[in-house]
């Protein structure tokens, strides 16, 4: 197992993002943001900057997050915007040496609601065949988002979308409820979740919160092991099955990454805390 990580979780800028990597001794960055804008709505000249400086520093990037089909975008979007990261996404994944894209399965529709279904399968289609054309692999991740609804539509986008392979998120299923059961849906539990869905799983990213007990609160989050994810019980499975990929950890616990006003974020905090996250982390592996 490899660990990396969301390091705008550290900072937002590039430098920074090294020196918390560095300081873990670590050689990998799950990429998502710099100075606030992910990698493929950079302007070419800032992004080949970022390349640049990331082949200096000898940092890896086995990971994408990206901003296609995220809980931010409604399935009746223009699907030109999503075909448009595509192709910003595609050459900059290639620069970077960067095999895997987080993608999702656009923003949930109230329950009980229209969900578009034939539309997100027809759009996910697309998405991952042109990924899998370049040579690239789009992993949809259990959020927000249709599949996220629960570990049963997860596995009929699998069933739906030839070639989509999952990254699996400890922490998002404690705050969302399982639509695969009646009402009223209880919370998804993160253990069952894995289970159902362990055999298409390429990548982990790691959050662990506590249950929340109100629904629309945001959740309390913790460090990794500590709230109700099941992370020591998940990754041991995993490494009996024989998984050997990476482990992204996406702490949450400082600053929520989409919090929309960033001046009230304590930057230092948030270093700290990821640093110390990462530390556990380590830890935890080790004693698996």
């Known amino acids: 197992m490899k660990l990396t990580g969301f390091a705008d979780e ?18 990998a960055i799950s990429a998502r943001g710099v100075n606030g804008s992910n990698l493929h709505e950079l302007p070419q000249d800032e992004f080949d900057r970022v390349a640049d400086r990331l082949d200096e520093a000898a940092i890896h990037i086995p990971e994408f997050g990206s901003l296609i089909g995220n809980w931010g975008k409604k399935i009746t979007s223009d699907f030109a915007i999503t075909l448009a990261e595509i192709e910003r996404a595609i050459p900059r994944m290639k620069r970077l040496g ?17 969900q578009h279904e034939q539309e997100r399968f027809r759009r996910l289609r697309e998405i991952v065949r042109r990924f899998a ?23 009929r986008l699998i069933g739906e979308i030839p070639g989509l392979k999952l990254v699996f998120d400890t922490g998002n299923p404690l705050f969302q409820r399982d639509r695969s ?13 894995w289970t159902k869905v ?9 959050k662990d919160c506590i249950s929340p007990t109100v629904e629309g609160v945001e959740p309390v989050y913790t460090m990794p092991g500590e709230g109700d994810a099941k992370i020591p019980e998940i990754l041991a499975d995993a490494k009996a099955r024989g998984y050997d990929g990476w482990i992204a950890i996406e702490p949450h616990v400082a600053t929520v990454f989409h919090v929309k006003d960033q001046s009230q974020v304590d930057w230092q905090q948030c270093y700290d805390s990821y640093v110390e996250y990462g530390k556990r982390m380590e830890t935890l592996v080790a004693g698996l």
């Open 10 to 27: 550290a900072a937002r800028d590039l430098e920074t993002q090294i020196k918390a990597t560095r300081e873990l001794g670590w050689s």
């Open 98 to 114: 960067t095999p895997l894209i987080r993608v999702m399965s656009y923003a949930q529709e109230p329950w009980g609601e229209d």
């Open 133 to 155: 054309d370049a040579g690239l692999t789009a992993v949809h991740e259990n959020c927000m988002n249709w599949g996220g609804f629960s570990a049963d539509h997860t596995l």
């Open 181 to 193: 059961k009646p009402e009223p849906s209880p919370w998804q539990d993160p253990w069952e979740f």
């Open 198 to 206: 362990r055999d298409h799983v390429v990548h982990i990213h790691i």
